[in-house]
């Protein structure tokens, strides 16, 4: 089937910067939308950034002009290049690839990684 697997996640300062991958792997024929949601400690899991196949983008308003998204199609992976970090920005975060065609199965998927952490403390 399809796995997807994140890495880049770890500790840094605030005001510091990290950049996540995510490489999807598997009978992949499309995936729609590639996003990365986070899920801090005792809250709901939420959308952080997601990006479409044609390249359109969608931000969580408390991270808009600090984090970008984008993705390499052809190699199914998806990054997010966070700057100006806050402790707040302290979770788990976890990449989903949405509506994916597998090959040889009808319909579309939703999958998720098993999730990184960042940690931003000094």
């Known amino acids: 089937q399809v796995q997807l697997v994140e890495s880049g996640g770890g500790l840094v300062q605030p005001g510091g910067s990290l950049r996540l991958s995510c490489a999807a792997s598997g009978s992949i024929v499309s995936i729609h939308v590639m996003g990365w949601y986070r899920q801090a400690p005792g809250k709901q899991r939420e959308l952080v950034a997601a990006?479409?196949?044609?390249?359109?983008?969608n931000y969580a308003d408390s991270v808009k002009g600090r984090f970008t998204i984008s993705r390499d199609n052809a190699k199914s992976t998806v990054f997010l290049q966070m700057n100006s970090l806050k402790p707040e920005d302290t979770a788990v975060y976890y990449c989903?690839?949405?509506?994916?065609?597998?090959?040889?199965?009808?319909?579309?998927?939703?999958?998720w990684g098993q999730g990184t952490q960042v940690t931003v403390s000094s």
């Open positions: 990006i479409t196949s044609g390249g359109s983008t």
């Open positions: 989903n690839a949405d509506r994916t065609v597998v090959a040889g199965n009808p319909g579309r998927y939703d999958y």
